[in-house]
């Protein structure tokens, strides 16, 4: 068990055959690393939609700084013949800068060409400027979702009827996850709208006993 904990997720494929350059990158370089099939980190953004499983690559937390070094390395060599017709070349300077700043959105190669281009721009893209836009999202993505007051609003007005849509959104208030740089997980919704989440709950299902009870008080 303790094994197994101390991996996390690293990055997801769509299939184990898209992990292979990765998978290879890790076994070359002697980093552990764990494979399997999961489901993407529950993002707040999509709750009641269905995910498809993915093929995940898991890495110790303390691991993952050296892992996207060795994919950036090997990135950076291919991207010296860059394809003139990637779409990257199309995309605008402050949009390239938001693909370094999203790297977690994108895959290693992509990250390492928009570096390429915005260098070939005359764009200063240090080192120094990559460790700062990466301090930057890592302190970004700790930050909860804006307030959920729609969903708020109608998860009390659902639970007041007892309809069991009413705790869903309770249970998706108060234990919804976003996946931060280093593979945790931490909570998508603040502390605030977390309590909305537990009260919800906690009156759907309240509601849903009275209304039970008085259907078999009215033999309905």
């Known amino acids: ?45 999509m709750a009641f939609n269905e995910t498809e499983n993915r093929f995940v690559v898991r890495l110790k937390p303390a691991d993952f700084e050296a892992a996207r070094e060795l994919e950036d390395q090997a990135s950076e060599e291919l991207t010296a013949n860059a394809d003139p017709s990637h779409y990257l070349f199309g995309f605008a300077d402050d949009e390239l800068f938001e693909v370094i700043l999203k790297r977690d959105e994108w895959n290693s190669y992509d990250v390492a060409l928009a570096g390429r281009i915005l260098r070939q721009r005359g764009r200063d893209v240090t080192p120094d400027t990559v460790r700062l836009l990466r301090q930057y999202r890592a302190v970004e993505l700790t930050k909860p979702e804006a307030s959920q007051k729609v969903s708020i609003i109608a998860g009390y007005l659902l639970a007041c009827l007892g309809g069991i849509i009413g705790i869903i959104i309770g249970l998706n208030l108060l234990y919804a996850k976003k996946k931060l740089l280093d593979g945790t997980q931490g909570p998508a919704y603040s502390a605030a709208d977390r309590a909305h989440g537990f009260r919800i709950i906690l009156l759907g299902f309240v509601m849903a006993l009275l209304l039970l009870v008085a259907r078999i008080k009215l033999n309905i």
């Open 1 to 45: 068990m303790g094994y197994m904990s101390a991996f996390k997720q690293y990055q997801s494929f769509i299939s184990p055959e898209a992990a292979q350059p990765l998978i290879e990158l890790l076994f070359k370089h002697e980093v552990l690393f764990e494979t399997g099939f999961d489901k993407p980190v529950y993002d707040a953004k």
